[in-house]
């Protein structure tokens, strides 16, 4: 089991960026998958999440009220990848994005830093 997280970086203020969360080793359209981001000394917090289902591109989602309007989280589930469109970015998005799989079992990957400054 795998989830690959890629796309993060360094981009200015009022950026974008999206990052993907590649997954192999389970079936990905039964799993709900979600973002989290965590910066030094605190605790990793949910940023969105979609539920699980048949449908190629996902169903209902979630947003932490930092991010609504700003974020968008997708899902492929021919290509096995979950991803996070991220627009408007301010500094203090600035973490690492972890990818986690939520179904039978739990799954995570291994992050992706974004980082947000001038």
């Known amino acids: 089991v795998q989830l690959v997280e890629s796309g993060g970086g360094l981009v200015q203020p009022g950026g974008s960026l999206r990052l993907s969360c590649a997954a192999s080793?389970?079936?990905?359209?039964?799993?709900?998958m979600r973002w989290y981001r965590q910066t030094p000394g605190k605790e990793r917090d949910q940023v969105a999440s979609i539920a699980a289902g048949i449908a190629s591109f996902g169903g209902s989602t979630y947003y932490a009220d930092s991010v609504k309007g700003r974020f968008t989280i997708s899902r492929d589930n021919a290509k096995n990848t979950a991803y996070l469109q991220m627009n408007s970015l301010k500094p203090e998005d600035t973490a690492v994005y972890y990818c986690n799989a939520v179904g039978q079992y739990d799954y995570w990957g291994q992050g992706t830093q974004v980082t947000v400054s001038s």
């Open positions: 080793g389970f079936t990905f359209s039964r799993y709900a």
